[in-house]
């Protein structure tokens, strides 16, 4: 089955560094997020992106972050200047090739462990 | 707004137990309800889903009956294994455009042998 692949697993990274975290999407999935999950709390929502823009964004996603999509595969979240509470595990997801029902179920990426030192 | 409510865990079973794990929602409009599961090491995947009222999603043995009238969609299976050991998050998505799923806390369970 195809997958959503992320890279790196683990990211270290000093308070005030600009990290890239990279995610590879399922080849004809339309719609990509990205979620975040600090440890032991709920999976929390930061971006939804569509048609090479973004759709939705939660109060999480301030003017630190961004996304893009810079080729046909690749999906990055960018966070300009790192703080603490941003260690999480962060997640991508892609979804849908079509509208309504089609994009509904997420397929998940294995996560990048960012640890802000 | 738009939230989901789920069991606080660790549940811990012994195999063959019956499971189940609540989840009730708050939604504006008529969302979609569904559970995911995750693996150590993995990402998030779906486990089942439901589309609208009355409607029981089912896969694995693990069921969940969409029900509106207490906003609720509890995940259960009548025998667990062990190899059902993971974390259980419920969600829900609610079309506003913008094609967000939110999830609930997550709910761990351990199975015994």
């Known amino acids: 089955e195809p997958e959503v692949t992320q890279t790196p697993s683990h990211q270290v990274t000093q308070m005030g560094q600009e990290v890239i975290l990279r995610c590879v999407p399922i080849?004809?999935?339309?719609?990509f997020y990205w979620y975040r999950q600090i440890l032991g709390q709920k999976v929390e929502f930061l971006v939804s992106?569509?048609?090479?823009?973004?759709?939705?964004k939660s109060e999480i996603f301030d003017d630190q972050f961004s996304v893009e999509r810079p080729d046909g595969s690749n999906f990055t979240l960018k966070i300009r200047s790192t703080k603490l509470e941003d260690s999480a595990m962060y997640f991508c997801?892609?979804?849908?090739?079509?509208?309504?029902?089609?994009?509904?179920?997420?397929?998940f990426g294995s996560g990048t462990q960012l640890s802000v030192l | 707004g738009n939230s989901v409510t789920q069991m606080e865990g660790p549940v811990t079973l012994s195999e063959e137990a019956f499971l189940t794990i609540n989840c009730t929602y708050t939604?504006?409009?008529?969302?979609?309800l569904f559970w995911y599961v995750q693996y150590p090491g993995e990402g998030l995947q779906l486990l089942l889903k439901?589309?609208?009222?009355?409607d029981k999603g089912s896969n694995k043995g693990f069921e969940a009956t969409y029900r509106k009238e207490t906003t609720s969609f509890h995940l259960e299976k009548g025998s667990v294994q062990v190899s059902d050991s993971a974390v259980y998050f419920c969600?829900?998505?609610?079309?506003?455009?913008?094609?967000?799923?939110?999830f609930g806390a997550g709910t761990r369970l351990f199975v015994k042998a």
């Open positions: 969600a829900l998505r609610v079309d506003t455009g913008g094609f967000k799923t939110i």
């Open positions: 992106f569509y048609n090479n823009e973004i759709s939705e």
């Open positions: 080849s004809n999935h339309l719609y």
């Open positions: 997801a892609s979804s849908g090739t079509g509208g309504g029902a089609t994009n509904e179920k997420l397929f």
């Open positions: 439901a589309t609208k009222a009355d």
């Open positions: 939604a504006t409009g008529y969302p979609s």
